[in-house]
């Protein structure tokens, strides 16, 4: 019997390299050299080969002045044309529009990226007053969003584990769920209804519906989201928006299923 042996990576410098990355992604002033060594567990020296390598083809921007490294503008071309080119917006754009006149709320669809949510689409509402300070490109952590917990419920416990260890659950209002215990029983009952709620646990008076989108394999391809103010979160509406959103579901879900 042949020994099935795991693929290893060709090299190890783009593994490093994407951990720095990741690092100055969360990192909002960005940092200096012997901040960013540490945190990615390297050595400076090492560190700062990498860094010159990527300063020099423009992923990272390096502060003459501060020392700090930051993220640099050659990475912009590469988000928007996957923005531009990915299939799921393509198939949900016309079906969240629709969903959209019927709410007219703000409507997010977001992705996975590693451990966090990225929204990959916002609409807009019409005709209300009161908009959210999300922006397509930007991350949000899982534990704290609908979209997000919409992913986690679907983290096996080795998964959810892990995730524990490493994402540190901090609270962004009062509401914050921040005791994974809590989190762990609103996930199984997410993984059983497919709704998931981020109830001021985000941003203060904002109420949040999320579902996910799945693919014909029955895996979880993105979310989206429909978000009102607190006030609007009656228990009327939101069985209307529930109702609507799995029109919309139904229907992505179909469309994703001829690709």
Do not use: W
Not at 58 to 74: D, I
Not at 90 to 96: E, F, G, M, Y
Not at 133 to 160: A, C, H, I, Q, W
């Amino acid at each position: 019997m042949v020994k099935m042996t795991e693929k290893k990576p060709y090299g190890t410098v783009l593994i490093k390299a994407s951990k720095i990355l990741d690092y100055l992604a969360t990192a909002e002033q960005g940092d200096i050299l012997k901040n960013i060594a540490e945190e990615v567990e390297m050595t400076p020296s090492t560190t700062l080969k990498i860094l010159d390598t990527l300063l020099l083809i423009g992923y990272v921007s390096r502060n003459e002045t501060s020392k700090t490294y930051t993220l640099g503008p050659a990475l912009a071309k590469y988000s928007n044309k996957f923005f531009e080119q990915s299939l799921l917006k393509d198939t949900a754009s016309n079906i969240l529009e629709d969903l959209q006149t019927k709410v007219d709320e703000t409507i997010h669809l977001g992705v996975l990226n590693g451990s966090e949510l990225v929204y990959l689409d916002k609409l807009e509402p019409k005709k209300q007053s009161i908009f959210m300070s999300s922006k397509v490109g930007m991350s949000r952590p899982l534990y704290s969003t609908g979209m997000g917990k919409v992913f986690l419920s679907n983290y096996t416990e080795d998964d959810l584990s892990r995730y524990f260890s490493e994402v540190r659950l901090e609270s962004y209002t009062e509401k914050t769920i921040t005791n994974k215990f809590v989190l762990k029983k609103e996930l199984e009952i997410i993984k059983e209804t497919e709704v998931a709620y981020d109830d001021e646990e985000m941003e203060k008076d904002c109420f949040c519906i999320a579902m996910p989108i799945n693919n014909h394999k029955g895996e979880i391809e993105g979310a989206f989201s429909v978000s009102m103010p607190k006030f609007r979160g009656t228990d009327e509406n939101i069985d209307y928006v529930i109702d609507e959103m799995k029109k919309a579901k139904e229907e992505i879900e179909k469309n994703l299923q001829q690709y």
